[in-house]
C-alpha cells in the first residue's frame, strides 16, 4: 500500500470516528464526520450533531477557516447538493476553494445519489469516493434503509436464559442478564429513534421504555403495538412525559378508548383493517412520521410477527448463563416455523461479544424472499 493510501485511509478514520460519536444524535439524518487536511496537517474536523443544524463539512470548514483553500476534504458521505434545512456543503466546499474531497461513499438519498460528487468535479475539484466505503456504510445503516426501503431500519433485541426463555413461567424477568448486558441496552436504546413493544409487555411491566445513561440526551420516540388499545391509561408510557409515546392499532380500534388515549397525549395510528395491526404498513408509517431507526424490545409473539413479516434488519441476542425450564415459560420467537432446519432464518456477519459471564451474539437475518409477502402479526 503507497503512502498516499495509507494517508487517505488514516484520516479517513479519524472522519469515521467522528462520525460513529454522534450516533443517536442526528434524528432521521445521516451521521457524518469531515477531515480537513492541508500539507499533511489537519486543519479542521467536524462532525453533524443534530438535524437542522450545520453538517459536518460546515463545522469543519468554520475550524479550517482560510486553510481550507488547497486542501484534502475527507468526509463520510458524499457533500450534500440539495436545499433541506441547511444549504448544500457542495457550494460550501466549492466557496472555500478546497483542492480535493475523497469521500467514504455516496448518499442514497436521490436528492443527492452522486450529485453532490458531480457538482464539485464540474468545478475542478478533484473527487475520489470508497475509502473505507464498508466502514461508513455501516455508519449508516439505518439512514441508508430508511432512504432506500421508506420504513425504519429495525433492531430486534433480546435478553434469554440459555435455554432460550425470557421470562420464567411466572412472568418474573427481572433479572436475566447481567448489569453490564443492561447497560449497553440504553446505549443501543439512544442510538435508535423509537423503542417498540407489544401492548402485552406494557400490561405485565409497566415499563417506562427509555435511555438512562450517565450524560442525558434526546428520548427515544416509545411505540407500542396495541390492536385493541388495552394500554392502560395510567401506563407509564402514557403519564410520565418522558418521551413520546405512539400506539398502533387498527381501524376495528374502540373509538372512545382511543381518544381518551390522545387526551392523555398519546399519538395514535390506525394500520390495517382487520384485527391485527399491518406491521409492514405500520413500519411504512412510521417513516412518515420521520422515524429512520427502531429498537425492538417485544416478547416472543412480536417478534415472531416482524421476522415472519421480513422486516428485522439486524438481531442482538444477550444469553445469561441460566437455565430456568418451564413448558410455559416464554421463549424469543413465537411463529409457525419451518418444516425442515434448512428453511430456518439464518444470521450473516455475525459477531460475538462478552459482558462478563453474558454472551451477546449479533447478525442481520437472511430470508427466504417468499410470495406470499403480505404477512400480518397477531398482537
Not at 466557496?95 to 443527492?112: G, M, T, Y
Not at 448486558?181 to 415499563?207: C, E, K, S, W
Not at 421480513?310 to 416455523?337: H, N, S, T, W
Request: proline share 4%; glycine share 8%; aromatic share 4%.
Amino acid at each position: 500500500m503507497n503512502r498516499d493510501v495509507m494517508n487517505d485511509e488514516t484520516y479517513m478514520r479519524l472522519a469515521v470516528e467522528l462520525a460513529a460519536a454522534a450516533q443517536g444524535q442526528t434524528g432521521s439524518n445521516p451521521v457524518v464526520g469531515c477531515v480537513i487536511v492541508k500539507d499533511g496537517r489537519i486543519v479542521g474536523i467536524g462532525s453533524h450533531l443534530k438535524r437542522g443544524e450545520g453538517h459536518a463539512e460546515v463545522h469543519a470548514l468554520a475550524m479550517a477557516g482560510e486553510q481550507a483553500a488547497d486542501s484534502t476534504v475527507y468526509v463520510t458521505l458524499e457533500p450534500c447538493s440539495h436545499y433541506g434545512k441547511t444549504p448544500p456543503c457542495a457550494d460550501r466546499l466549492i466557496e472555500a476553494k478546497v483542492k480535493r474531497v475523497v469521500a467514504a461513499c455516496q448518499d442514497p438519498n436521490p436528492l443527492v445519489a452522486g450529485s453532490g460528487l458531480k457538482r464539485l468535479f464540474d468545478h475542478g475539484i478533484e473527487v475520489q469516493v470508497g475509502v473505507l466505503e464498508e466502514e461508513a456504510l455501516l455508519l449508516n445503516e439505518h439512514y441508508n434503509t430508511y432512504i432506500t426501503e421508506k420504513r425504519p431500519f429495525i433492531t430486534l433485541k433480546t435478553a434469554s436464559t440459555l435455554d432460550g426463555k425470557i421470562a420464567a413461567y411466572t412472568g418474573d424477568s427481572k433479572w436475566i442478564t447481567n448489569e453490564a448486558a443492561r447497560a449497553y441496552v440504553h446505549t443501543l436504546r439512544h442510538r435508535h429513534q423509537a423503542i417498540m413493544v407489544g401492548v402485552g409487555t406494557i400490561l405485565a411491566d409497566n415499563p417506562s421504555l427509555t435511555v438512562r445513561l450517565p450524560v442525558p440526551g434526546v428520548q427515544p420516540v416509545r411505540i407500542i403495538i396495541d390492536s385493541q388499545l388495552r394500554t392502560p391509561i395510567h401506563a407509564k408510557v402514557v403519564q410520565d412525559g418522558q418521551a413520546e409515546t405512539m400506539i398502533i392499532t387498527t381501524e376495528r380500534a374502540d373509538p372512545a378508548r382511543a381518544a381518551r388515549l390522545e387526551e392523555a397525549g398519546v399519538t395514535v395510528i390506525a394500520c390495517g383493517v382487520g384485527e391485527q395491526v399491518d406491521l409492514t404498513l405500520a413500519m411504512h408509517t412510521l417513516a412518515d412520521y420521520e422515524i429512520s431507526s427502531l429498537l425492538l424490545e417485544g416478547g416472543g409473539t412480536l417478534n415472531g410477527a416482524m421476522l415472519t413479516a421480513e422486516l428485522v434488519d439486524k438481531m442482538i441476542l444477550f444469553y445469561a448463563p441460566k437455565i430456568i425450564g418451564g413448558r410455559d415459560a416464554p421463549g424469543i420467537v413465537q411463529m409457525d416455523g419451518w418444516a425442515r432446519m434448512s428453511e430456518a432464518y439464518r444470521l450473516e456477519r455475525v459477531n460475538v461479544t462478552t459482558y462478563g459471564d453474558n454472551v451477546c451474539i449479533s447478525g442481520y437475518p437472511v430470508y427466504r424472499r417468499r410470495d406470499d409477502s403480505d404477512v400480518h402479526g397477531d398482537h
